[in-house]
């Protein structure tokens, strides 16, 4: 009885076919890291639906937008679940993305006859990577507000189009409302709908042409159509070959499953991203862009000035230009990396990049700020009066802003409290009243007096004789 | 001409036709901001000379006129530096790098960046870090003891 249903159901409503094409078939085996790409459907699924739910109260205007974030997260049943849900799957799709990448790139997936998956999947990597970012300027805090204004410095750097570029983004020549609007359509609507449509269309390529197999990667292959003999007599084998469901089906269900239990993980013990103060173009603010894009923010930080202004405008095309090239350029025979010593090494040197990059943007040792606590006495060190107002006046006059005294504060300058050769009085006083040419300090020469002057060298003088950390 | 190539000809001429019908005005809509932009000088007010004392620093906000239909983001962030009776300098907020919100400190006479590691001098040129440019001046001018700024005299990034 219940199979006569089963075969009346798949018969009107044409699933059949849809069956023996999709999960009824015969593929090569994979290894469980083959997994990536459902993950990265998976988590697309996760941030659609999550995604919808939030647009249930979500008010894409500057007047409520960020109101509607705090609702949705304090007020709302479960809200600050949805929304952690969401942040976190949006992070982890961003590193499963470069997963993928990497791992197409070290097998070599967009070798032929897969050109076509691996272009659909170039263009995907830039929506995804656009959908990332857009997502987190929809909270409109004050991190949303100067992301835009950073990515719209980049655009603006483009010739002859810039500032229209600009204004076309912001909807006017300062944000406002209809800037907002424009973010929330094409993060809601104008990406998703063509994202969904280009996934389809990526595994449906996925399904024709299959993924690259062990043995594609054991053997050099001239060919499409030797590829595809290959890859065919490799499927029906019985040693190398699989059902796709249930096999192939759960070997990657279990990698959805375990980046899944990741995100839940960091939902339910962080929770979604928190909200800084509101978007503001008056207030004071040390905004930074979100933990996925350190890594680029730090490559810019590192750049020397003559190039950064162009980099950040060239190397989303020149990274375009490539991916799309690459299936054209490298049509050696030999996929995988036993015979290919090109794309560990680049892979390997990304990959660590960006991990680099990403603490170092984390720790941002170039950035010096304003700070009124004046650097902390080390344990068991006694300062004469006159250091100790010193140290006052270190604070005072912004020395600190800079300069760090055995490891705290910032970063920028000298650490006095771990200098090498250490310093003469006479030389210190110099210093601080005009520094050398092209050293960037200020010179305080008029405006700090003597005794102003003399108490400060006297607190560098005895930071350079404070007990080693470490 | 064969029946069948016209009938492909006539498909193909229809549908694109149609398809500009549709396109072409939500294009030009979309584009709107960027064909309505306005050019020439706006003044906007930012305070009364009084504000400004001789020889500091100042933070000021300048009201920014938008005919959209939210209240937010309505003013924005300035320094003034009165250098003297006569000179007044109205720095842009954002760095001339990427835009990130600088903050002047008092302490060491510099503008730092948030983002990058860019420090200005007091007169906001350059001393450090990615930016190669001088910090954005508005052009000033004082009406009636109010000083008054041009926020066109600044490119929109700045």
Partial sequence: MAKRWRTWISDRFGLRRVYEGTLNRRVAKSSWYYGDGATLTFLLGVLVVTGMFMSLTYTPSPDGAYESIRFITEKQVLGWFVRGLHYWAAGMMVVMLFFHLFRQILVGGYKFPREGTWLIGVILFFAIILMSFTGYLLRWDERSIYALKVAQHMFSRLPWIGESVVVFIQGGTEPGATTLTRLYAVHVIFVPVLLGLFVIWHIYLVIIHGVTSQEERNQPIYTASQQRQLYRAQARSREKGENFFPMTVFKSGLMATIVFAIVLTLTLTLGPQRLYPEADLTTISRPIEEWWFYWYSGLIALLPNTIAPWFVVIFPIVLFIILILLPFIDRSPWRGFKKRLWPPIVVGICVIGILYLTDLRRRSPWTGWPDSEPPPVPAGVVLSPEAEQGRQLFAQYGCNSCHPISGHGRKVAVDFGQIERRLSQDYIRDYILQPPEGIAMPGYRGRMSAQDLERIVEFVLVAQTFPRSQ | ?158
Avoid at chain 2, 71 to 76: D, M
Avoid at chain 2, 96 to 104: F, G
Wanted: glycine content about 8%; some cysteine; overall charge positive.
């Fill in chain 2, 1 to 158: 001409m064969e029946r069948r190539t016209f009938l492909q000809i006539a498909i193909a001429t229809g549908g694109l036709v149609t398809a500009a019908i549709v396109a072409i005005p939500v294009i030009g809509t979309a584009l709107s901001p960027v064909l309505r932009r306005e050019s020439g000088e706006l003044w906007q007010p930012i305070g009364a000379l009084e504000n400004f004392p001789i020889g500091q620093m100042t933070r000021a906000n300048v009201t920014v006129p938008r005919d959209d239909w939210s209240q937010t983001l309505r003013e924005k962030g300035l320094y003034v530096l009165r250098s003297s009776n006569a000179e007044l300098i109205v720095f842009s907020r954002n760095c001339t790098d990427l835009s990130c919100p600088i903050v002047w400190d008092e302490g060491s006479n510099c503008f730092f960046c948030p983002c990058h590691g860019g420090i200005f001098s007091r007169q906001g040129d350059p001393m450090k870090g990615p930016p190669k440019r001088a910090l954005y001046r508005y052009a000033a001018r004082v009406r009636n003891d109010t000083v008054e700024i041009d926020l066109r005299s600044v490119p929109p990034m700045a």
